[in-house]
Nanobody, 126 residues
Framework: QVQLVESGGGLVQAGASLRLSCSPS????????KGWFRQAPGKEREFVAA????????YYNDALKDRFTISQDTAKNTLYLEMNNLESEETAVYYC???????????????????WGQGTQVTVSL
């Protein structure tokens, strides 16, 4: 069964940057749209950003688009999330997810994605 594996999380100070990566196991989900979500303790899962595979159209949580950048390396079949100027309130588990196809009608909805990774912890200290 295909799995999504995130990496790149860790403990950083406020104001720092991190880059998260996500790759499917094997050569799978190569044409699927993908996204990033995050979930802080006691809160609902929140949309961060998404990208379609072929066209490379991007979608962002409006509150994050000035500091976060989603990208993909199609040759490596890897999804990235560059996060800058992190804030302590952004401590959360960050998940990547894959949609069932190239298309994303509602990129911010968790229901739009059929596969999820286990998540990577990002902790931002003051």
């Amino acid at each position: 069964q295909v799995q999504l594996v995130e990496s790149g999380g860790g403990l950083v100070q406020a104001g720092a940057s991190l880059r998260l990566s996500c790759s499917p196991s094997g050569r799978a989900l190569t044409t699927n749209a993908k996204g990033w979500f995050r979930q802080a303790p006691g809160k609902e899962r929140e949309f961060v950003a998404a990208i379609t595979r072929v066209v490379g159209r991007t979608y962002y949580n409006d509150a994050l688009k000035d500091r976060f950048t989603i990208s993909q390396d199609t040759a490596k079949n890897t999804l990235y999330l560059e996060m800058n100027n992190l804030e302590s309130e952004e401590t959360a588990v960050y998940y990547c997810a894959a949609a069932a196809s190239e298309y994303l009608t509602f990129p911010a909805k968790t229901d739009s994605y059929t596969k999820w990774g286990q998540g990577t912890q990002v902790t931002v200290s003051l």
